[in-house]
């Protein structure tokens, strides 16, 4: 059976002077998703990852972290269980050297010195920015501050780790590496959350997708039926990845499948459109 990370029951959050910014949001990740959450400025893609990371208390309803309703763990509990990688890493970054910012979180955990160091060791290594351990962080590539961040994420050993627009900012280069991270984590066991705007990213990456719009959830399904409903996202102002969009509008002219997520499945399909047998199952 599935084991449950994250189960958001009931939620609703007002800010003050009744902004009512969720509701009723009922959400349940499992251990292992690679999840994306999308939708619109203003839908509430935010207020729902300071709800998950305590940061603001449900004004009804309720969220439970690994089987842990969050009003019951303090923040540096919560962050035991969830890291956080800010939309803009550089505002996670401060020490002096990398080694001293991986080693920050660990060492406010009350770790023995030996234990603070392995972490650190494994966490430089998950990302590969053991090389730079004596650099200064902020003088590093936007890719590589970005792993720095991530690593210093994981040396507090999260099961769940969030990204917030995680590649915002990055150059191609920099996008695929923070991606490869992505996929290794998951790899790892990881489950992972990507609030993100870049939809070919979504579509790549995130076997499921949840579409927030103005506090409700729209969709929430796999990521490739989430984008076979244009007309649904469309109340959201997205779009599905350009490849979805093209075989969305080939698929009454030539017969092939709509649910395309990449350049690899439109040859596929056309592949199987016009005749031949070399298909992968949809
Ligand atoms: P997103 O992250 O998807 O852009 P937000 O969670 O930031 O959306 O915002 C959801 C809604 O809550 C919006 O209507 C926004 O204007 C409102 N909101 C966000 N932060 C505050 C705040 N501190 N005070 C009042 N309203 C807010």
Redesign the pocket.
Known sequence: MKEVAIKIENLDYC???N????KNINITIYKNEIVGLI????????????NLLGLLKPTKGKVSIEGTDTSKLNVAQLAARQGFVLQNPDRQLFADTVEKEIAFGPQNLGLTEAEVQSRVEEAMEAVSVTKFREEYPLSLSKGDRAKVVIASVLAMKPQIIILDEPTTGQDYLGCLQVMQIVKELHKRGHTVII?THHMPLVAEYAERTIV?C??EILLDGSTREVFARPEILEKTFITPPQITQLAQRLEKKMGITSKVLSVEEMGEAILYAIGSDRIKDM
Request: charged share 15%; hydrophobic share 40%.
């Open positions: 800010y003050p002077g902004v009512v910014a969720l939708g619109q400025n203003g839908a509430g893609k935010t207020t729902l990852l300071k609030v927030l103005k506090g």
